[in-house]
């Protein structure tokens, strides 16, 4: 077997102490230009290739940033996912994927363990509205550890950790006034308000929109349903069943939407024709469907690249807004 090559071996090849090689994989400027040379030298050479966890360890600090994200199994946070991963690589950083399962406890538990893991940073991506004991204890990661914290979807800027959220409220307002204007009313609101800051804020964006236009909120016409697919088929079913009249319906998520969909169709019913409806997030599928799903678009790209800039320059960091607010472009489609 090939003998696994370290930093001794480096140092006889290139004759400097072992010390010297540290420093020089470590990046310390008290390094002569010669030593440096040899030791780089030495290195391609020998093919050798630095412990990285091994370094972080030595230097109190990993190069692991750990994405903790609400519900892996929502489109977009697979999509959001793997543009972080891609901007973390420009940096040469790691990333640590925990699914949090909208669970407070799995989420205290993780950063109840983040010290001993010497992270390199966290950014929780979630729609969930977090509990203040676990709001605090990212805020003394920040605080007390100097550890950079990124929220992604939820603003934590009040607490003093950097947010990337949309504008949800404003996209709900102006597609819902536009389902007013388009199709008349009622249009009826389908999506998580309770335990979601997301949610609550796209529900905002509804009451807003019908106050605008002089219209009451009919307590038959919302519908608090988890995002999912099952979720949004069985509350439109179901009103479908009681007789509830709706002409549109704007739902909190695609998923939401597109589950309304299959309800509409089981039911006989036409897209846009005798129902209208609008989702938001602009997954994947929402352009496949039949009919196709007009929608509020989301750039896991501008997420990700935001984060990248910050992550990338922390002395402007230090004077970066708390909150960065990013707009949804409407996304016109079929089904409205």
């Keep these: 077997m090939t003998k696994k090559m370290g930093i001794l071996d480096v140092a006889r090849r ?64 697979a999509s959001l996912t793997k543009e972080i991963q ?13 699914n949090l399962g909208h669970s407070q406890e799995r989420l205290a538990n993780i950063l109840a363990r983040a010290d001993s893991m010497h992270l390199h940073g966290i950014v929780i991506a979630t729609s969930d509205t977090l509990s203040p004991e676990n709001i605090g204890l990212l805020s003394s990661k920040i605080e007390e550890q100097q550890l950079p914290v990124f929220a992604i979807g939820l603003s934590l800027h009040d607490y003093g ?6 504008d949800d409220r404003e996209a709900v307002a102006r597609s819902v006034d536009f389902l007013l204007r388009t199709y008349g009313g009622p249009v009826a609101y389908l999506g998580r308000i309770g335990g979601s800051a997301a949610g609550a804020e796209r529900f ?32 439109v079913r179901r009103a479908l069943s009681e007789g509830i009249k709706f002409r549109a ?76 607010k990013l707009s949804r472009p409407f996304i016109r489609r079929a089904s409205a």
């Design 161 to 166: 950790i950097p947010s990337i959220v949309y």
């Design 249 to 324: 319906i704007q739902a909190g998520s695609d998923e939401l939407a597109l589950g309304a969909i299959a309800a509409i169709h089981a039911q006989g019913l036409k897209i846009p024709d005798d129902i209208a409806i609008v989702g938001i997030g602009n997954v994947e599928s929402s352009a496949y469907y039949t009919p196709s799903l007009t929608t509020h678009g989301a750039s896991a790209e501008s997420i990700a690249k935001t984060l990248l800039e910050r992550l990338d320059n922390r002395e402007a960091e230090k004077s970066a807004p708390l909150l960065t």
């Design 14 to 77: 290139a004759g400097v102490s072992s010390a010297s090689v540290s420093r020089v994989l470590s990046g310390q400027p008290v390094v002569s230009e010669e030593t440096q040379a040899k030791v780089l030298a030495a290195i391609a050479d020998l093919g050798f290739r630095p412990n990285q966890i091994a370094q972080g360890l030595r230097r109190g600090r990993t190069t692991t940033i750990a994405l903790l994200v609400g519900d892996i199994e929502q489109g977009v946070y």
């Design 204 to 235: 905002r964006g509804y009451e807003g929109a019908l106050a605008a236009a002089g219209m009451r909120k009919a307590p038959e016409l919302v519908w608090d349903a988890a995002f999912r697919y099952p979720a949004g088929f069985e509350s």
């Design 86 to 98: 891609l901007a973390l690589e420009k940096l040469g950083l790691d990333l640590l994927l925990y």
